[in-house]
């Protein structure tokens, strides 16, 4: 198991690298931070000299990512021109943002998801089964920011009209005091935990009725073990091991930040600052954005990758 | 298991052929055989969330298609006095800031989200399937060359690849579909690439091999046809998951930009008006839903019926 990691994370980090040039290029290629400073050219030269300096605009596209990666091993991954500092302390104020987001997200996601797949694979085909089903397809089927602009609308501002209650804030971040939070995370979570559960009710479902219907169940429950138990301690157990690794991708997608859900409800997340980096645009705060995300995401990777072999005895990586 | 246990020993003639026809009826050995094809499409004709989805999906299509000529407005004629208005007989969908009927435009705008998403689903399709299967037939340093590609385009996360992208070729629907197909082909790949690899050992081609067929040949004609049923599916969810990303990335603003509409920048224009009216706004994004709902089903459906375990229901 050892070797195996050591060796995904070997092979990981050149694709890691090209991925990172690759990048690096396309947004040299796609943006230029000289666009306004060419207008007023020959008045501004010195400043326009300044920038070309500082992002090795003079060098081709080609070579300016190698410039980039040299700092980045040295820890020094450039200044954010959108928001005036360093990127590393840019991505830490975000990055804690979107983990505000993202761990209650995930948590409420991955409990009401077991919970339904363990009622749906008790009652299979009944009429409860049936909506809880249906509602997952349209969990699935529903854009992102189809349902945080509905959430907004009915949870948001509906409430207030019709009620004269305001229990959620949109459209900004307060984390001040519990509360505000509650209040203002409540709709951008809510958004996050919908998809997430559609995704692991359906998955979950499917796990546990191929367990329900195994042999081993079927001799536990011959031996006279209470049916709570038969589910919750044997089924549950064995169906949980697919899920695991399912956990583990979407907690690293949740972690990346969703652009869609923190720009409906302006939560100053790595998302929003991924987008505020391309109108900007800002490279270094993207590349920041970029290595980040791409980590997280190769490093769940690999830990549900890890963990499957761990919980499941049978699977063997050599 | 009847069927197993000796016949006795001294069986009356008719007694004993009954008994053959009732087990071959349960064998399905009454039936007149069927190829692989029927099956499939009678599994599917009995799929009733797949017809469902099939039906809803061509009343999508045709609406997007038709829809606009019932109407006499044009997609970006403006009518300044009939703006921000409800729904009506004369504008079924209301109409817009500056007066635009918001029915054709929003079918005008399923046609070219419609239209991406094909071309989408073609380009990815016959990329993904040259590099899957060039992959998995030929082995060795070619695999290792798409493998590493696919594995390049997961690491970092798709978003963040349209984003940068969309932002330079994105303005426009054909350069949004280029995009999103660069991306997308890695999944048919995948498929591909693991279906050529399971067949390319089995007899049947080496049987071809040695009646003297070329490579191209022994791909095209022996072992393709054996991933068509896979890639369907895949093709299948694949055009919701592109409608969904050109809906997306239009909605932030990247994707195809206006006067061109499409279901996601007609969200995006109109997203400031949803307090007011919020029905209006989310009517583009319900299409969206309806589309990739619809898509699931069928893929689903597909899923099932191609798979030769899944048991036909008698009427």
């Known amino acids: 198991m050892f070797a195996y990691t050591i060796r995904r994370v070997l092979t990981t980090i050149p694709l890691l690298i090209v991925a990172l040039y690759l990048v690096h290029v396309g947004v040299s290629y796609t943006t230029d931070p000289l666009g306004s400073l060419r207008l007023c050219l020959p008045r501004c030269q010195d400043g326009y000299d300044l920038v070309v300096q500082a992002y090795d605009l003079d060098k081709s596209i080609w070579v300016r990512p190698f410039t980039w990666m040299g700092n980045a091993i040295r820890g020094d991954f450039g200044n954010s021109e959108a928001y005036n500092q360093p990127v590393s302390r840019a991505l830490r104020v975000r990055g804690t943002n979107t983990l505000f987001l993202a761990v209650p997200a995930f948590v409420i996601a991955a409990f009401l998801g077991v919970l339904l797949s363990v009622y749906s694979a008790r009652r299979p085909y009944s009429v409860g089964d049936y909506t809880f089903t249906g509602l997952s397809f349209v969990g699935l089927a529903l854009p992102t920011f189809v349902l945080g602009l509905i959430l907004q609308v009915i949870l948001g501002v509906k409430l207030n009209e019709w009620f004269g209650v305001k229990p959620f804030i949109t459209g900004t971040m307060k984390r001040g005091s519990i509360g505000e939070y509650i209040s203002s995370g409540t709709l951008p979570i809510l958004t996050l935990a919908f998809v997430s559960i559609a995704e692991l009710s359906r998955f979950g479902r499917a796990a546990m009725l191929e367990v329900v219907n195994s042999d081993f169940i079927r001799t536990a429950r011959s031996k006279g073990i209470s049916e709570r138990r038969v589910i919750w301690r044997h089924a549950l157990r064995n169906a949980l091991i697919p899920l695991v690794t399912l956990w583990a991708l979407t907690f690293a997608a949740l972690l990346g930040g969703s652009v869609v859900t923190e720009s409906i409800f302006s939560w100053p997340g790595l998302g929003q600052a991924f987008l505020t980096a391309i109108a900007k645009p800002d490279l270094d705060l993207m590349m920041g954005i970029t290595i980040l995300a791409s980590i997280i995401a190769i490093g769940f990777n690999l830990i549900a990758d890890v963990l499957y072999g761990v919980l499941d005895p049978r699977i063997r990586y050599d | ?315």
């Open chain 2, 1 to 315: 298991m009847t069927d197993l246990a000796k016949p006795p020993a001294t069986p009356a003639d008719s007694a004993r052929s009954a008994r053959n026809s009732a087990s071959d009826a349960r064998e399905g050995l009454a039936d007149a055989p069927q190829s692989y094809a029927q099956l499939t499409w009678s599994r599917l004709r009995h799929h009733r969330l797949a017809i469902f989805g099939a039906i809803g999906l061509v009343i999508i299509v045709v609406l997007f298609i038709f829809g606009p000529w019932l109407n006499k407005y044009g997609f970006d004629e403006r009518n300044v006095r009939d703006r921000r208005q409800g729904p009506s007989r004369e504008h079924p969908f209301g109409t817009d800031p500056i007066g635009r009927d918001l029915y054709v435009r929003i079918l005008t705008g399923g046609r070219y989200s419609i239209r991406i998403a094909a071309i989408v689903a073609i380009t990815s399709t016959l990329i993904g399937t040259i590099a899957g299967a060039m992959a998995g037939f030929f082995g060795k340093w070619v695999d290792a060359v798409v493998s590493q590609l696919i594995n390049l385009v997961l690491i970092v996360p798709a978003l963040i690849i349209l984003l940068i992208f969309s932002r330079k070729f994105g303005a426009n629907p054909l350069g949004i579909a280029m995009v999103l197909s660069a991306l997308l082909w890695t999944r048919i790949a995948r498929v591909v690439r693991g279906v050529v690899m399971q067949f390319k050992e089995q007899e049947f081609v080496q049987a071809a091999r040695a009646a003297g067929a070329s490579n191209m040949r022994i791909v095209f004609r022996h072992i393709l046809p054996n991933v068509v049923g896979a890639v369907v599916v895949e093709v299948t969810l694949l055009v919701g998951t592109a409608i969904v990303l050109e809906s997306t990335l239009s909605f932030l603003g990247l994707g195809v930009q206006p006067p061109t509409p499409t279901l996601g920048n007609l969200v995006y224009q109109e997203k400031g008006e949803i307090n007011n009216d919020p029905i209006r706004v989310l009517i583009p994004g319900m299409f969206v839903v309806g589309i990739v709902l619809f898509v699931n089903f069928l893929g689903d459906g597909l899923r099932d019926a191609l798979d030769p375990k899944t048991k036909v229901e008698k009427e």
